[in-house]
């Protein structure tokens, strides 16, 4: 079983930050890119930022500049700090990890896991 954690979501006014985190955990072989997403109320699930295994990045133009993404591999945890928040920034934000399991002694298909999501509210 493969879980992804996350945390550090809550409320906070315009120009605040925040940090979030997603902890990896379970039977894991390796984990290859991580990414954030996050899905306003009425609006599709959109790309924020992606992380490869050696620290590659790419963000979506709306958080460059104010978003940071960032990977520990030793402790299969990846970090989304956001800096400047607005009104906009407000939604349900999701960890998505490409993880390949343990399975037995060996190891098994690569596939998408996500966190359970966590909110992040930017409010007056």
């Known amino acids: 079983q493969v879980q992804l954690v996350e945390s550090g979501g809550g409320l906070v006014q315009p120009g605040g930050s925040l940090r979030l985190s997603c902890a990896a955990s379970g039977s894991i072989f390796s984990i290859n890119a991580m990414a954030w997403y996050r899905q306003a109320p009425g609006k599709q699930r959109e790309l924020v930022a992606v992380?490869?295994?050696?620290?590659?990045?790419n963000y979506a133009d709306s958080v460059k500049g104010r978003f940071t993404i960032s990977r520990d591999n030793a402790e299969n945890t990846v970090y989304l700090q956001m800096n400047s928040l607005k009104p906009e920034d407000t939604a349900v934000y999701y960890c998505?990890?490409?993880?390949?399991?343990?399975?037995?002694?060996?190891?098994?298909?690569?596939?998408?896991?996500w966190g359970q999501g966590t909110q992040v509210t930017v409010s007056s």
């Open positions: 992380i490869t295994r050696g620290g590659s990045t």
């Open positions: 998505d990890a490409a993880i390949t399991p343990t399975v037995g002694p060996g190891v098994g298909p690569k596939y998408d896991y």
